[in-house]
């Protein structure tokens, strides 16, 4: 009787356990609306995105109730592109919603966004200068700060060195629309304020790629002028941070055409830059997004390349973001591409310099706590497959 009972109870609680698992599978899960223009900031094992310009509706992303989406996608997990698991956090929320604002990770603890700029196209001046959101307590705050309170500004692209600063080159003011090309640099350990040399900076200009470089260079690429014409890639422009001055180096090889809204990161090896999508602009003509979307630049020789790839290549895109997560370059969303067809997430596999591969699934390494885990579990779920095994062959013999 007592092992009869211990059987009825095993299968009881595995069905319970089977239909919680169908009731889980069967929630509507979160699905944002496509945007461009957006923020993506990756702290630990999180790629957060926030805001941006909603393309459903033709409105700033959000016109209603999406406006101020604020969510995540998991990388500690395996993933598939084309069924993404998106975490919501919109309901915490106080940023109102923008485009063309900037954001990295930074802070005492390096695991707080820094969100900087941006314009709310509903209420121009209903923003602050800076919001801080720490993933450790997922609360968001506006920080006192203190030196010069800069205009705000948008289309811009934010850059740290991973020691506490930030620097913020060019881009738009908010309220006369000036373009400028100078350099702020916010301290966002002691939330101070300070500026940096503007001698021999690039012409004005939004919507460039930027890229720290080992040796603390940060190298600007492309962009759009205040005449809104995408600029070429026939030279690049070097902020040296530790001098605090500039200097202008002219490429070779496979120059991309001009182009604005790209992406930039810095390969694996340190050694090379890679650039994805853009688009050409001249005056109010229409934008043209070009095929040729990937690009390496070698920071030695400064010659560009197009390099092997593989896989199916997506359609290029514009006002896109690029991240490093693992061996990937993980691109989200932007303008350009059909969301019904191509996931709002792409992945690049840029780990074997000799051929990029374009990729659908996103795995991660296994590590030694990951095997042992495997492991354990793998062995606790054959210890218990097998006593229930023989629970039932001895109960089917004494029946």
């Not at 009972?5 to 699905?31: A, D, G, R, V």
């Not at 070429?232 to 001098?243: G, M």
């Not at 180096?249 to 990161?265: C, F, Q, V, Y």
């Amino acid at each position: 009787m007592l092992k009869n009972s211990l059987i009825y109870f095993i299968l009881s609680n595995l069905i319970q356990f089977l239909f919680l698992i169908e009731i889980n599978c069967q929630t509507t899960p979160f699905k944002p609306t496509n945007r461009h223009l957006h923020t993506a900031t990756f702290v630990d094992n999180k790629l957060y995105i926030l805001s941006g310009f909603d393309d459903s509706v033709d409105a700033v992303a959000g016109a209603g109730t999406a406006g101020n989406q604020f969510f995540y996608l998991d990388t500690s997990v395996s993933f598939k592109t084309q069924s993404l698991l998106w975490h919501d956090l919109t309901n915490i929320n106080i940023v109102p919603s923008y485009i063309g604002a900037t954001s990295v990770k930074g802070g005492t603890n390096n695991k707080t966004i820094i969100l900087y700029g941006g314009r709310n196209l509903t209420n121009v001046e209903n923003m602050a200068l800076v919001y801080m959101f720490d993933t450790q307590t997922n609360s968001w705050n506006v920080p006192q700060m203190t030196g010069e309170n800069y205009i705000r500004r948008r289309s811009l692209t934010a850059i740290t060195d991973y020691n506490g600063k930030i620097y913020l080159f060019g881009g738009v003011l908010i309220g006369d629309d000036s373009f400028v090309n100078d350099m702020l640099i916010f301290d966002t350990i002691n939330l101070s304020w300070g500026k940096g040399s503007s001698l021999n900076a690039p012409v004005p200009r939004i919507n460039y790629g930027a890229v720290i470089l080992p040796n603390k260079n940060i190298i600007y690429i492309g962009g759009m002028n205040s005449l809104n014409e995408s600029l070429p890639l026939d030279e690049v422009y070097i902020y040296d941070t530790i001098n605090d001055n500039w200097s202008t180096k002219e490429t070779s090889g496979l120059i991309p055409s001009n182009r604005d809204g790209l992406s930039a990161i810095l390969g694996l090896d340190g050694q090379q830059i890679i650039i994805f999508g853009g688009g050409q602009q001249v005056g109010v003509a229409e934008i043209t997004i070009p095929n040729d979307a990937l690009y390496t630049l070698n920071i030695n020789t400064f010659e560009w390349n197009i390099p092997n790839i593989s896989g199916e290549i997506p359609r290029a895109r514009i006002y896109h973001k690029a991240n490093i997560i693992g061996k990937y370059m993980v691109i989200s969303f932007g303008e350009g591409y059909n969301n019904s067809i191509e996931s709002d997430i792409l992945l690049l596999d840029i780990s074997n310099n000799d051929e990029f591969t374009w990729k659908t699934k996103f795995v991660i390494p296994l590590t030694p706590a990951t095997i042992a885990g495997i492991t354990v579990g793998t062995l606790l779920g054959g210890i218990l497959f097998i006593l229930f095994g023989v629970l039932l062959f001895k109960d089917k013999i004494r029946n």
